[in-house]
């Protein structure tokens, strides 16, 4: 996948919207492959972190939900962390993180994550420029340290114009189903696009390094986003199954047998 320019989330869409039918269609074919990738981190023991990072109602939720949909919880793992506890305040600042790192032959998919620092903290206060300034300086160490130590690690953003983001805090707003997803924050983050903007291009700047690079992806059209960077993922990672362990699966051997409950209990 070509990189876009950090300068800028105005992306073109030369395709058009992708319809749900050709979605789901492709996203099937995606996820069988997800499936071969998985069974070769077991077999191999390597470990996957993946980082999805952008504005809010970027769609970051939904392409984790649908990497991690057909895969096995036990080793696919969503990592979504809330604002830090006092304890943790006073930690190391990646320390809470580190607990989250997947082991061998597991995959990590991060909901936000350590970039909470360059992004919503420091554009709305809640940390300090010098606080900001020295995430971005450990930032490229940490992820050296990961990568030196095996972590297969990419890094997305997630890019929205600004109108899409408006038309999906609407969305929000109008269904109950997803009104959860709107927080005060969220209302503050309207007024403050070319901040966020900013903050976002100095990010990249520091940390779009060799051993560790961003991937820009187009999410205004969220499915043609989705399909993207599963694929981009999908080509960045050995996806061949190990052979078969060749488990057999003959015949039960006596007619199948229901359910009988003794204790009085029925079910509803």
């Not at 020295?134 to 990961?146: V, W």
């Not at 390094?209 to 990672?237: M, S, Y």
């Not at 006596?254 to 209990?265: I, M, N, S």
Request: charged fraction near 25%; hydrophobic fraction near 40%.
């Amino acid at each position: 996948m070509g990189r876009k320019q950090h300068g800028s989330d105005k992306v073109e869409h030369p395709h058009g919207p992708v319809n749900k039918d050709a979605y789901v269609d492709r996203l099937a074919v995606l996820q069988l492959r997800l499936n071969d990738m998985a069974r070769w981190l077991q077999h191999t023991g390597k470990r996957v972190v993946v980082v999805v990072e952008g504005r809010d109602t970027a769609g970051k939720g939904g392409v984790i939900a649908a990497i991690a949909e057909t895969l096995n919880p036990r080793l696919c793992h969503t990592v979504a962390l809330d604002k830090p506890s006092e304890r943790e305040s006073r930690q190391w600042y990646f320390q809470r993180y580190v607990a989250h790192l997947p082991p061998a032959g597991e995959i990590a998919l991060f909901d936000r994550s350590w970039y909470n620092r360059a992004g919503v903290e420091r554009v709305m206060g809640f940390c300090t420029e010098h606080q900001t300034a020295t995430f971005l300086k450990q930032a490229p160490a940490f992820e050296r340290m990961l990568v030196d130590d095996g972590i297969l690690l990419f890094k997305y953003w997630l890019t929205v114009d600004q109108a899409q983001q408006e038309a999906r805090f609407a969305e929000r707003q109008s269904d109950p189903l997803k009104r959860w997803k709107l927080s005060p924050i969220d209302v503050q983050a309207r007024e403050k696009y070319a901040d966020y903007g900013r903050a976002r291009d100095q990010m990249l700047k520091a940390t779009n390094t060799a051993r560790a690079p961003w991937t820009l992806v187009d999410f205004n059209d969220q499915r043609r986003g989705r399909l993207a960077l599963i694929e981009h993922l999908l080509a960045a990672i050995p996806e061949e199954p190990p052979a078969p362990c060749g488990l057999a699966f003959g015949p039960l051997g006596h007619p199948p047998l229901k359910e009988r409950f003794r204790a009085g209990l029925k079910p509803i």
